[in-house]
């Protein structure tokens, strides 16, 4: 379990390719000693998605992506050098900034625009209009793991929804949005309330 506040990011060291997935070596880069403490077969969220840490070496890690997490997430599409968000699992005397994040990602969705403004920054999130009902305005949403708040439903068609968000200096600064462009896939994980409601609200149509 996460909270989405990102606490720092990693880079990709290595990858290798291990039947039909893929182990990645992950070194972080803005928190010294960001490893402390750590051990192996703990939860990391890597860009929202929760993966266990298989082994430790030094100031890296390695976790394991399998094919059915390199399908659903943005984890395929990482290469040696690319940056990723990272999360430690949230503790319960902990102060909860963001909003409960499972690190089990729903869908991905492509950044279609990005406006720099005075102070901050928005993007625009697309993706499948078949999660309409998981989103509301000034909802919350985890996009590569990040807590974000819903500052638009920009544009809706029966193919596809379009959301923006607003992003200030520090986030950009200490996530991976800072690296991101036009046509990236970013992991999208919806409210986990909104979820559970729209799965009821699904179950009562059909009695």
């Not at 309409?132 to 638009?152: D, E, F, P, R």
């Not at 923006?164 to 999208?188: C, E, M, Q, S």
Request: aromatic share 10%.
């Amino acid at each position: 379990m996460f909270t989405g506040i990102v606490t720092d990011m990693g880079k990709i060291r290595s990858m290798k390719k291990v039947g039909d997935s893929i182990k990645f070596t992950v070194e972080p880069v803005m928190m010294n000693n960001y490893l402390k403490g750590y051990s192996k077969g703990l939860s990391m969220a890597i860009n929202g998605a929760c993966m266990t840490v298989t082994t430790l070496k030094g100031n890296m890690f390695e976790f394991t992506t399998i094919n059915e997490s390199l399908s659903k997430t943005n984890l395929g599409d990482l290469k040696v050098g690319s940056y990723v968000n990272l999360e430690k699992p949230m503790r319960l005397n902990a102060t909860i900034d963001g909003h409960i994040v499972q690190g089990h990602v729903d869908y991905t969705g492509t950044v279609e625009k990005i406006n720099k403004l005075e102070d901050s920054w928005e993007y625009f999130i697309k993706f499948s209009s078949k999660f309409k009902g998981n989103i509301i305005y000034v909802g919350s949403i985890a996009i590569n793991g990040v807590s974000l708040t819903i500052a638009g439903i920009e544009k809706e068609t029966k193919k596809d929804i379009t959301v923006k968000v607003a992003i200030i200096p520090h986030t950009w600064k200490v996530t991976n949005f800072r690296y991101f462009k036009p046509g990236d896939r970013v992991n999208l994980e919806f409210d986990m309330v909104g979820k559970f409601v729209v799965r009821k609200l699904d179950n009562l149509k059909l009695r």
